[in-house]
């Protein structure tokens, strides 16, 4: 399955911070053990695990957050994980991370979100475009751009299940700040296992109000009410629904609410207990819309090529399915218009390879 690297894909779930390379996860783990504020060889074991429960994995963010949350860092992991993203052709990515404050460092939601946005300024192997293309701001590295790979970013907020009501308005009054350096949308998640439906309510209702797309982490733990909540709020995207009932699916197919499938996150965290009873197949049968995603290539040491051969091998889809599936998801990006006709022909380019 040579075939699928070269392939244009499009990645709509990653979370930043998920998404950090292992090298440098340690790197940064080994200068902190070597400062005496963490046991190096303990935090080594929890990075190189593979297995892990999803409650293992809430852990190891917290582990992760208290690596990489300053600014100098989280411009680091921006610049290197959309690097690997277009390394892997990923031609449109959305990516999410959740505004941080940290007031002993004199980092707030703000300043945090400078330092990702930083990051992408300071990518210079590849072509980045994350600002709208109407927007006055254009962008560094905008060269010929003969043979050079070129990705365009938009960024989602995330909501963490532990905020309170008021941080996450917080959040969402960022998003709206920041929407013309590319942030598109909120996102909802976190332990799936922590806070209520309720509190986030009113900040994502005002978003919705003032036109960001909404995606929300829906059913990744069994929820009933919660999911109904969910789907009744008609958000843009849901990812994962792994323990959706027949009335969910119902609901998510009469809205057309497209799903973010992340194969390697929902079997290593056990939310589905082999592929071949992923809900991926029904869906994908159905005609609904989906798109296939990493969730934390790092975390589940994943690839998005991988996770299309994932796709591939276990579904049977063939070359030209597997690329129309792909294709398919720019109806589900929360892109301008512009960069979905973009992405159209960046597709139809490669397409004679798919046939
Ligand atoms: C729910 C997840 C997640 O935001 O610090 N996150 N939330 N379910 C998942 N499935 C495994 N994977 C990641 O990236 C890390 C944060 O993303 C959310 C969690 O809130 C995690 O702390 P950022 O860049």
């Given at each position: 399955?040579?075939?699928?690297?070269?392939?244009?894909?499009?990645?709509?779930?990653?979370?930043?911070?998920?998404?950090?390379?292992?090298?440098?996860?340690?790197?940064?783990?080994?200068?902190?053990?070597?400062?005496?504020?963490?046991?190096?060889?303990?935090?080594?074991?929890?990075?190189?695990?593979?297995?892990?429960?999803?409650?293992?994995?809430?852990?190891?963010?917290?582990?992760?957050?208290?690596?990489?949350?300053?600014?100098?860092?989280?411009?680091?992991?921006?610049?290197?994980?959309?690097?690997?993203?277009?390394?892997?052709?990923?031609?449109?990515?959305?990516?999410?991370?959740?505004?941080?404050?940290?007031?002993?460092?004199?980092?707030?939601k703000r300043?945090?979100m400078e330092?990702?946005?930083?990051?992408?300024?300071?990518?210079?192997?590849?072509?980045?475009?994350?600002?709208?293309?109407?927007?006055?701001?254009?962008?560094?590295?905008?060269?010929?751009?003969?043979?050079?790979?070129?990705?365009?970013?938009?960024?989602?907020l995330?909501?963490?299940?532990?905020?309170?009501?008021?941080?996450?308005?917080e959040t969402v009054k960022l998003a709206l700040e920041m929407r013309n350096v590319?942030v598109?949308?909120?996102?909802?998640?976190?332990?799936?296992?922590?806070?209520?439906?309720?509190?986030?309510?009113?900040?994502?209702?005002?978003?919705?109000?003032n036109?960001l797309?909404?995606?929300?982490?829906?059913?990744?733990?069994?929820?009933?009410?919660?999911?109904?909540?969910?789907?009744?709020?008609?958000?843009?995207?849901?990812?994962?629904?792994?323990?959706?009932?027949?009335?969910?699916?119902?609901?998510?197919?009469?809205?057309?609410?497209?799903?973010?499938?992340?194969?390697?996150?929902?079997?290593?965290?056990?939310?589905?207990?082999?592929?071949?009873?992923?809900?991926?197949?029904?869906?994908?049968?159905?005609?609904?819309?989906?798109?296939?995603?990493?969730?934390?290539?790092?975390?589940?040491?994943?690839?998005?090529?991988?996770?299309?051969?994932?796709?591939?091998?276990?579904?049977?889809?063939?070359?030209?399915?597997?690329?129309?599936?792909?294709?398919?998801?720019?109806?589900?990006?929360?892109?301008?218009?512009?960069?979905?006709?973009?992405?159209?022909?960046?597709?139809?380019?490669?397409?004679?390879?798919?046939?």
């Amino acid at each position: 399955m040579e075939w699928i690297h070269p392939m244009p894909k499009i990645e709509l779930h990653a979370h930043l911070n998920g998404s950090i390379r292992d090298t440098t996860l340690l790197e940064l783990a080994r200068v902190l053990g070597e400062k005496g504020v963490i046991v190096f060889s303990d935090v080594e074991d929890v990075i190189q695990k593979n297995d892990r429960s999803l409650d293992e994995v809430f852990k190891l963010f917290d582990l992760i957050h208290m690596i990489t949350t300053d600014h100098q860092t989280v411009t680091r992991i921006t610049r290197e994980v959309v690097q690997d993203f277009a390394l892997e052709n990923v031609v449109y990515l959305e990516l999410r991370t959740t505004p941080k404050r940290n007031d002993s460092i004199g980092m707030s939601k703000r300043s945090y979100m400078e330092a990702v946005i930083k990051g992408l300024r300071s990518i210079s192997e590849v072509d980045v475009e994350f600002v709208a293309a109407t927007d006055s701001e254009k962008l560094h590295n905008s060269c010929d751009g003969v043979g050079r790979k070129k990705i365009y970013v938009r960024l989602l907020l995330s909501i963490d299940r532990r905020e309170t009501t008021e941080s996450a308005m917080e959040t969402v009054k960022l998003a709206l700040e920041m929407r013309n350096v590319g942030v598109v949308g909120i996102d909802l998640s976190g332990n799936p296992l922590v806070g209520e439906w309720n509190t986030f309510l009113p900040a994502l209702q005002f978003a919705k109000d003032n036109d960001l797309y909404i995606t929300l982490h829906c059913g990744e733990v069994p929820n009933p009410k919660e999911i109904q909540a969910m789907l009744d709020f008609k958000p843009h995207r849901v990812g994962h629904a792994c323990f959706f009932k027949d009335q969910d699916w119902e609901k998510l197919k009469s809205f057309r609410i497209p799903v973010e499938i992340c194969l390697s996150s929902n079997i290593i965290t056990k939310s589905i207990s082999s592929i071949d009873i992923h809900h991926f197949a029904d869906l994908y049968k159905a005609k609904h819309p989906l798109v296939i995603c990493t969730d934390d290539f790092g975390v589940f040491s994943t690839t998005l090529s991988n996770e299309y051969s994932l796709a591939v091998r276990s579904f049977g889809l063939g070359k030209r399915e597997t690329f129309a599936l792909a294709k398919s998801g720019i109806d589900a990006t929360f892109a301008e218009d512009e960069v979905k006709q973009q992405l159209g022909l960046i597709f139809d380019s490669a397409s004679p390879e798919y046939v």
